[in-house]
């Protein structure tokens, strides 16, 4: 525990077991030194791996993190393709190291506009990954919350028209499991580094009763250590969940 933080005997600190967070501040990171932007997203992807290791020993089973989001498309050709390249190359050079490390990779979000050589390698890692039980990791990529309820609704809707699923049968749990989620808990915690406090359209529904912190820290250079202090914030929250504690 840092200087002047004590934990109650009788209400032992809480565990953010699945952490989410928008990585934020690649670009800002490159530009304000005089780098290109893509600069920045490739130290931000060399971050990850710092990140990655460091959840385990903080009690995260769960880490989502978002790496491009549908709103992404807009940004310009070059740093589009320079994204999905960075990408490419992280998850190729890291598929061994992980899955040695015990962590399961799996990936949310539209496939259908990558790259078919870039889905390909994407269900490869999540396979060569399956076994993996010491962190679930989970990158966002060409997600949007309301992109992800629209596609299960979507999904639903054919059901029901189809006759196999009853109206009355649409409840809030399987809602949840049509999601890209259906396998995740929801949040515990989301994290926005760079010092913007949007959310993005990042886990719009899972995230009904997270916690957020918003770091000033662009996400190249966050670290463990801010992951530590900032999971030891959450765990002297008091998470009501819109009821009322006693005591």
């Known amino acids: ?20 967070i928008i990585m934020d501040g690649n670009g800002r990171w490159a530009t304000s030194r005089g780098w290109p932007r893509l600069v920045g997203h490739r130290r931000g992807a060399e971050r990850v791996r710092e990140i990655v290791r460091a959840c385990p020993d903080l009690g995260i089973r769960w880490l989502t993190i978002y790496a491009f989001s549908t709103e992404n498309w807009k940004r310009s050709t070059e740093e589009v393709l320079g994204l999905m390249a960075i990408f490419a190359r992280y998850i ?97 915690l989301i994290i926005r580094t760079s010092g913007e406090t949007r959310t993005s359209n990042f886990l719009p529904w899972q995230a009904a009763y997270a916690e957020y912190e918003f770091s000033q820290t662009l996400w190249p250079d966050f670290t463990g250590q801010e992951l530590a202090a900032i999971v030891r914030r959450f765990g002297n929250r008091e998470r009501r969940f819109g009821g009322v504690v006693n005591g």
């Open 92 to 188: 190729e050079r890291e598929a061994d190291r992980l899955s040695v490390e015990g962590v399961r990779l799996r990936f949310i979000g539209d496939r259908s506009r990558l790259d078919p050589k870039l889905q390909k390698m994407m269900a490869g890692i999540e396979a060569r990954t399956a076994g993996g039980t010491r962190l679930n990791l989970t990158v966002a990529i060409n997600y949007g919350g309301r992109d992800e309820i629209t596609r299960a609704m979507r999904a639903m809707a054919r059901d029901v028209a189809e006759g196999r699923l009853a109206p009355e049968a649409v409840t809030e749990a399987l809602i949840a499991s049509r999601l890209d989620t259906g396998e995740l808990p929801d949040p515990d």
């Open 1 to 20: 525990m840092g200087t002047g933080e004590k934990t109650d005997p009788k209400h032992p600190p809480r565990i953010a077991e699945h952490v989410a």
